[in-house]
């Protein structure tokens, strides 16, 4: 069985401040993990993904992410936030292995305050 | 351009009245899925396809149907849809492995009356 743990509903930060959004995860085997980020009225985009190689992850518009087995958690963070980072972020966790099973977190609205 | 597309963007439907929504992608992904996302339970996955032909049921199968005749298409079908089946539906696809990320399309919004 797998699950993840969006620890957070609302993160609200001010522009320029940084940003943690978390997720911890429990799965019974080596999981992938996933940051997936979804704007107002748009379809979900992939931000990064961890599959088991270097547990500090780089995605795209300057976000990254830890792979903590010790911890079970994957956060997200950003060094300075943007306005155009609000948004909502979800926290996926994955298998494949015979078949192919998908997890995703409830989402974690991210507030920019100017 | 890869993409995933859905058809239509937004339908509003009455109860009972049968309706397909369209999903088509153009990377020969073999994982296909859908998922429907309602506010406060996060997106959930109503049935999925590892490859032609071989489908299988997510969190909330209830109420759908899908197919799987071509490796690009995999629409779902709503044989009698309900008021409680409004919600964003969307389509997912990806290649077969622990590396792939999904490829999501941009949603189609139902509302059933």
């Known amino acids: 069985a797998q699950s993840v743990t969006q620890l957070d509903s609302h993160v609200s930060v001010s522009e320029g401040t940084p940003v943690l959004l978390r997720c911890n995860y429990s799965?019974?085997?080596?999981?992938?993990l996933f940051w997936y980020v979804q704007h107002p009225n748009k379809g979900l985009q992939l931000l990064l993904k961890?599959?088991?190689?270097?547990?500090l992850v780089k995605g795209i518009n300057g976000f990254e992410a830890e792979f903590k087995k010790s911890e079970t958690s994957f956060h997200l963070t950003k060094p300075s936030a943007h306005m155009s980072d609000a948004a909502e972020y979800f926290c996926v966790v994955s298998y494949s292995g015979g078949y192919q099973k998908v997890t995703f977190g409830i989402g974690t609205k991210l507030q920019v305050i100017p | 351009e890869a993409q995933v597309t859905q058809n239509p963007r937004y339908l509003i439907t009455v109860t009972g009245k049968k309706l397909t929504v369209t999903c088509s992608q153009n990377?020969?992904?073999?994982?296909m899925s859908w998922y429907r996302q309602d506010p406060g339970l996060g997106l959930r996955q109503i049935y999925y396809?590892?490859?032609?032909?071989?489908?299988d049921k997510g969190d909330v199968p209830e109420g759908y149907k899908v197919s799987r005749k071509e490796k690009r298409n995999f629409p779902l079908i709503l044989e009698s849809p309900s008021p409680n089946q409004t919600s964003l539906y969307f389509c997912?696809?990806?290649?077969?492995?622990?590396?792939?990320?999904?490829?999501f399309g941009s949603g189609t919004r139902l509302t059933v009356v």
């Open positions: 990377m020969n992904h073999e994982y």
């Open positions: 396809s590892m490859n032609v032909e071989v489908t």
């Open positions: 961890y599959t088991s190689a270097a547990t």
């Open positions: 997912a696809s990806s290649m077969r492995d622990r590396g792939g990320g999904y490829t």
């Open positions: 799965s019974s085997y080596s999981p992938s």
